[in-house]
């Protein structure tokens, strides 16, 4: 259930279960699989025979399942949307793909779950559109050449790239519709933020850039002894597969990019690099079990312990607004991948992330 399965197996397995995808080319041949039910990026492929960094779950795909792993959006509390587990009118929801531009793709559905808290309804569309994004390490010189086919150390046709590269942007809307709600014998709407949330094959360390000192809560569980290296504006954590626990870094941390190093099987390194927008001013609504009037948690990360299949997520939450009709919420992230001789990939996140492994 880690993910090892090329574009051809997948493809193959969508087609055998009557799943709608869209393939997106990359700028340097690379593919973004897309799949309908549960609107979410499954695989991000280098190359027609490469494995996807991301953890994949065949079994997850039954008619009520979330957890099929890839990267896709919820939305929080936590608490008060998941309080009796994930809502299937959320994940794996009734998303539709819809027109989009040349080389996009677009999915949107209509989504209404109870709010636990106020014993109300939250209704609004989420709508996500794909794009493959440009390598940000060809502009400038100083990484032409690992990461160009035209740089000076890639002229030779046997070296034509020592890094393989594929990205995408994506953008999700979230459109508040709720046109009522009483509480207390007054107008009342819940909060709602959106939660993007990227699974990935454990094994690897996560590298999280802050401002200052970064010293994450743990919202739940224990983080195993030697996982979890704080210092002055990074923050490292292993993803062991062993040891469930979640940890949260507060928005004031947060400096917008967060990534995740593993060795993969042949001896190269994936590097995986996200970059989102970060408020301080905004209110972000997600709180651990014990500490409800807790404000501020932007960027959190999960190691399931093999409790439901042995992943970890990336995770980051946008600013929350009012759940009520004419609110709205534009997220915009990008996501890097690149695959490489560790010296390199070593390099490129220096060049990213401001930091490679300690």
Known sequence: MSGGRNLTQLRDLFHGRELAYRLLTGESGGSILLLERG??????LTG?????????????????GWNCGGD??????????????VPAALDPGTYRFIDSPPNAAAVEQSVRLPYRQQGQEASFVLRKTYR????????GTALRGIT????????????????SFVGYECETTLIA??????HAGKTSFPRINLWSIMQVKTGGVVVMPSLGRSEPMTMFGEPPAGSVRSGRERCEVRFGGGSMFKLSFHVRQCGGRIGYIRREDIGLDSLIVRSF???????????PPDRRDYTGSCVQLYDDGGRLGGFGELEYHTPSVVCRSGETITDRSTVWHYTGEPSDIARISEALLGQSII
């Open 39 to 44: 609107g979410r990026v499954i695989s991000l």
């Open 72 to 85: 896709r959006t919820w939305v929080s509390p936590e608490i008060d949307y998941m309080s009796a587990g």
């Open 177 to 182: 519709s709720n046109d009522e709600g009483r």
């Open 277 to 287: 927008g970060v408020d301080p001013s905004g209110h972000y609504p997600d709180y």
């Open 132 to 139: 493959p994004a440009s390598d940000p390490t060809l502009a």
């Open 148 to 163: 160009d086919p035209t740089g000076a150390a890639s002229a030779s046709a046997g070296d034509r790239r020592r890094v």
């Open 48 to 64: 027609d025979e490469a494995e996807s960094p991301l953890w994949f779950n065949a079994a997850g795909l039954g008619e009520a």
